[in-house]
């Protein structure tokens, strides 16, 4: 007989209670697409905190994505409000959280700067020379490889990253840089904190003693690094429950060691394993299509996986001829049926694999007015004035943030030339090494700082290049005293003098220039007036507005929409510092919030985790999805990546590939998905030109210029009468790219298949072939 279970427990499946009433040895969740594995870890939280009387604030959850994390919370804190208090976040944000706090074992300033790609890869040009950007952009790939294994420039193992001994050279010298900068990249975010709790027992045993319980969301695609990370926070009494799926490894190019969850047991002993075979996100038929695709894999532990929503619609699969038959396509289908009340924007979800892809889709909708959102795109975060809006306030916060000051110092052109930002930066360095004899260090007493070496270099400067200097300067000093609040428009100012465009800027010497077109910016609460006066008094906000004319004003509002982002964090250091994390942390932030109800875009990686009531796959071609001409192990990942994408899909899967596209500027006739062959016939419904002998294709001697496509699958009216093909039934509305919209009003059986017959809008009737298909498609 089953023990009394609480009632939020009552809902689980006997496995999913099994796993969350589970205690004591290391626990191990090894179970297909939406199992309820986050289900269940979210469950256990709050199961923890409210009958087994965890405190919250001892339990630490990682997940993949900061969405994902924040979801997390949502479910949990529905059973129990205080799983509010328990740590959820992604491992690279507990990582910065875990550095601000206790980096300093390492000799790390806590004001550090989280440097993203570009700027790593801005840093390590300054390091090789006459490199070309892309030797210097591999060796910022390999850099980063060899710290999610967890390598150093010394590890006889780094040959496996990259033998060549100039990198293991350059690798050193790029972190002796970033040491003596202060700054940390992404992949130092899970190295250090392991390094720290290494070198430190006792910093170690705090943390075994804080969290009690450690919980790993999509543990399959976690690295070296990562595991690292969880043996040392956990010690022989902590209770630790990882949960992953291995045909959902997907981040392999990143260093994803998918032998991490294969081998958890050995490296964990004890380890007990559940799996959960029941799925209850998608109906049978698109549970059957992912599993037909994905058991092509070798590599596979397979696992058993059926679905509890039984049947449903069959997943239709649409050849188009190009992509933008493909995005007038998606739109059809989504208007259509959302105009129809069959479903809202936000059910649906458009997948691609490609972030480039969107912006096709970005476009129609627009054109077309269908509200969308784009996940996880780093647009908003890649723009040139919001890069360098961010360069100044991570300069603010670390002035010996080299990247962050070359990329500012000069900009607007104020004749601070590349030779004095050089002799700046050796100046600094100089400093550094000066000990502490005064001479090195700036008023306080920060080593290598920046400004302070600017302002020793002052005196021996050309009087523009002087001028020019004292201008970024003051700007940069101006904000500082506004951040610690002894000057005017501090914390409580709400919006006042900083924020005024009328506010004393510093001008450029030149004087009044021709155009007094001062940037309307505005601040107000928090740290949004000291971003403005910065962007302003730095002469940014200026910069963007008179160097591009037509794109300016938008500048300007991005420049805005940052300040806006700003102001909900707290004014001072602390806010600022806070703000910066979550810029780098999580870019997606802008666009999840605002429009309600929306079509989400979005990659195929992206959409780990998350589940949509009707998705459409796109761009299934080869070189495309499959990416480029993959093999093997690669292919496999490809595999998965579809496997992922399809498991989506709660009620609809839709499935299009284009025969041909734009490539690299050129239209390129394109080979349909390996993928596509792999789908069992039956498992579909195929629209459009199916180029191979997936359905008998006979040449169709209709007029082959024109062509047309249901746009709403399934009949308006009950009971219809289908062509024997199957593609077609009495009441499917058409659209035709001649004719406009229609319905089909008749079926009969041809010599050469059936005959469809349409009524259009216009008050034609026309006859085609069921096999019409065309090139010319919408
Ligand atoms: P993925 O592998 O895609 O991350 P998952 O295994 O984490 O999926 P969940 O997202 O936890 O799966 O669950 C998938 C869906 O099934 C969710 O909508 C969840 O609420 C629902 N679900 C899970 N378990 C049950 C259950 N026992 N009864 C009803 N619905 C459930
Ligand atoms: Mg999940």
């Known amino acids: 007989p089953a023990a009394q279970v609480p009632p939020y427990l009552e809902t689980l499946n006997p496995e999913q209670q099994e796993a969350v009433l589970h205690s004591g040895s290391p626990l191990l969740i090894l179970a297909g ?12 939280i709050a199961y923890l905190i409210r009958d087994r009387g965890m405190d919250p604030r001892s339990i630490l959850a990682v997940t993949f994505t900061n969405k994902a994390a924040r979801e997390m919370a949502d479910r949990a804190r529905i059973i129990e409000p205080r799983a509010g208090d328990a740590m959820l976040r992604t491992f690279h944000s507990f990582g910065a959280w875990f550095l601000r706090r206790n980096g300093s074992v390492l000799g790390l300033n806590p004001s550090f700067v989280i440097y993203d790609d570009d700027d790593t890869v801005s840093l390590l040009a300054t390091l090789m020379g006459d490199s070309s950007r892309a030797e210097v952009k591999h060796t910022a790939h390999l850099i980063a490889r060899a710290k999610d294994y967890f390598l150093n420039p010394d590890d006889p193992e780094l040959d496996i990253i990259e033998h060549r001994s100039s990198f293991r050279k350059t690798y050193a010298r790029y972190e002796e840089r970033m040491l003596q900068i202060g700054n940390v990249d992404f992949g130092d975010l899970i190295k250090k904190p392991v390094e720290a709790l290494r070198v430190s027992p006792e910093l170690a045993q705090r943390f075994r003693d804080r969290f009690r319980v450690i919980l790993v969301d999509e543990y399959q695609d976690s690295n070296v690094a990562q595991f690292e990370l969880l043996k040392a926070l956990c010690g022989p009494e902590t209770y630790v429950c990882v949960v992953g799926d291995d045909d959902q490894s997907i981040y392999r190019f990143r260093g994803a060691e998918v032998r991490n969850i294969l081998e958890f047991p050995d490296r964990f002993p004890g380890t007990e394993i559940v799996r959960l075979e029941r799925n209850y996100r998608s109906t049978a038929p698109i549970l059957d299509l992912a599993s037909s695709v994905v058991d092509h894999n070798e590599g596979r532990l397979g696992k058993k996986l059926r679905s509890e929503r039984g049947p449903g619609k069959t997943p239709t699969l649409a050849f188009l001829p190009d992509q933008d038959s493909e995005v007038a396509f998606c739109a059809e289908l989504i208007g259509q049926s959302v105009s129809g009340k069959t479903s809202r924007y936000s059910d649906w979800a458009v997948l691609y694999r490609t972030n480039a892809q969107s912006l096709g889709f970005e476009t129609e909708f627009l054109r077309r007015r269908i509200p969308y959102r784009v996940v996880g795109s780093l647009k908003f975060y890649e723009r040139e004035e919001v890069k360098d809006a961010l360069a100044l306030l991570s300069f603010l916060v670390n002035p010996r943030d080299e990247v962050a000051f070359r990329r500012v110092v000069n900009k607007p052109a104020r004749g601070v030339g590349a030779a004095t930002v050089d002799r700046i930066v050796l100046e600094a360095s100089a400093g550094m090494f000066a000990g502490d004899g005064g001479l090195g260090l700036s008023q306080d007493g920060l080593e290598g700082d920046l400004a302070a070496a600017s302002r020793r270099v002052l005196s021996s400067l050309s009087a523009k290049a002087k001028a020019g200097l004292e201008t970024f300067l003051s700007a940069v000093e101006g904000a500082r005293t506004l951040l ?27 004087g009044g220039k021709k155009k007094e077109a001062a940037p309307d910016l505005r601040g107000g609460v928090g740290l949004s007036a000291c971003v403005v006066r910065l962007v302003q008094d730095a002469g940014i906000a200026e910069y963007h507005l008179a160097h591009d004319e037509i794109a300016g004003n938008q500048r300007i509002a991005n420049l805005q929409e940052l300040a806006n982002a700003a102001s909900l964090y707290p004014a001072g250091e602390e806010g600022l510092l806070e703000f910066l994390e979550h810029v780098e942390l999580d870019r997606s932030m802008e666009q999840d919030e605002g429009v309600d109800d929306a079509v989400t875009l979005i990659t195929l990686h992206n959409t780990k985790g998350l589940e949509f009531p009707r998705v459409i796959m796109t761009g299934l071609e080869q070189g495309v999805f499959p990416r480029d001409d993959k093999k093997g192990d690669d292919l496999e990942e490809e595999r998965r990546l579809f496997y992922v994408g399809a498991t989506r899909a709660m009620d609809e899967l839709y499935i299009t590939s284009c025969a041909q596209r734009r490539l690299f500027g050129r239209t390129q006739p394109t080979q349909p998905s390996l993928f596509l062959h792999e789908i069992t016939p039956d498992a579909v419904r195929i629209i459009g030109s199916c180029p191979y002998g997936f359905t008998p294709t006979e040449q169709p001697p209709a007029d082959r210029s024109s062509g047309m496509v249901p746009n709403r699958s399934g009949p308006i009216n009950g009971q219809a009468k289908r062509s024997s093909d199957g593609r077609w039934q009495v009441g499917d509305r058409v659209f035709h790219d001649d004719y406009g919209y229609g319905a089909v009003t008749n079926i009969r059986e041809g010599d050469d298949g059936p005959v469809i017959q349409v009524g259009f809008e216009t008050g034609r009737e026309v006859r085609f072939l069921s096999e019409f298909q065309s090139s010319r498609f919408m």
């Open 33 to 44: 697409a939406g199992s309820g594995k986050t289900r269940v870890i979210t469950t256990k």
């Open 484 to 510: 610690s609040g002894d000057g005017p428009g501090g914390e409580d100012d709400g919006g006042g003098s900083a924020s005024d465009p009328e506010s004393p800027k510093t001008k450029s010497k030149k």
